[in-house]
């Protein structure tokens, strides 16, 4: 996608922010694109810069009638991000998954496990239908596996969101598991695009769960590095 007559291309990117930085953050934004405007709306909240960079910023959890304090949106927003609210964890891919309880960015406990589930074949007839079967039991056999591990996590520690990571579709059979029914119904918050989950991908995971998402879509040719400080 290119803006009208520029020809250049638009770029978008994600980063995560912690409450605490946010403010170091936006600081940095204007001082590189020239200065910005603040918009408050339903999908988050936006900062236009004089250069044509935007990002959108949102919030890691709802209100939930416990606001941010501050003189103005951005305050109010780091306030909100910097509450200290518990995630439970459960990220999901066929080479591994993650289950673990966030609190203020950290893991507070957790497993990690390896697991494999085949890639699909372009083969046909008998070999084919032998291949899909085997390939869901390997599907189940995961589906069962890290059910089992995230019961005993999220039973451990106390939660009020649940954040899914990964494999979304395998990530939502492990939460509709028989073993996990009292933690399905529990809200769910933006699932986290993860790779093959190890402890240091959980913990991250951890941060950026609790952390605010900012996607910065920039107009022109020079793509600046703000979204990573």
């Known amino acids: 996608m290119t803006p009208h007559g520029t020809g250049r291309p638009i770029s978008t990117r994600t980063a995560f922010v912690p409450g605490e930085r946010l403010d170091g953050w936006a600081g940095r934004f204007g001082a590189a694109h020239g200065g910005y405007v603040m918009e408050d709306g339903d999908d988050g909240l936006r900062l236009m ?64 496990g390896s697991t494999y589930v085949q890639s699909r074949t372009a083969a046909g007839g008998q070999s084919q239908q032998r291949f899909a079967r085997r390939r869901s039991n390997q599907a189940e056999a995961l589906v069962d596996a890290v059910a089992e591990q995230a019961a005993r996590v999220f039973g451990s520690e106390s939660f009020e969101y649940v954040v899914p990571g990964g494999d979304r ?19 769910r918050l933006t699932p986290l695009d ?14 950026d769960a609790c952390s605010i998402r900012i996607q910065v879509t920039d107009a022109g040719a020079g793509l600046s590095t703000t979204a990573h400080q």
């Open 49 to 112: 810069a004089s250069d044509g960079t935007e990002a959108l910023l949102q919030a890691p959890w709802p209100v939930d009638g416990r606001p941010g304090r501050g003189r103005d949106a951005l305050e109010r927003l780091a306030s909100l991000a910097s509450q200290p609210r518990r995630l439970g964890l459960l990220l999901v891919r066929r080479g591994g998954y993650g289950v673990g309880v966030a609190g203020e960015g950290l893991v507070l406990a957790s497993k990690v």
């Open 169 to 187: 579709t395998l990530a939502a059979l492990v939460l509709q598991h028989p073993s996990l029914t009292r933690f399905a119904c529990l809200p």
């Open 194 to 207: 993860v790779p093959d989950p190890k402890a240091a991908v959980l913990k991250k995971a951890a941060a």
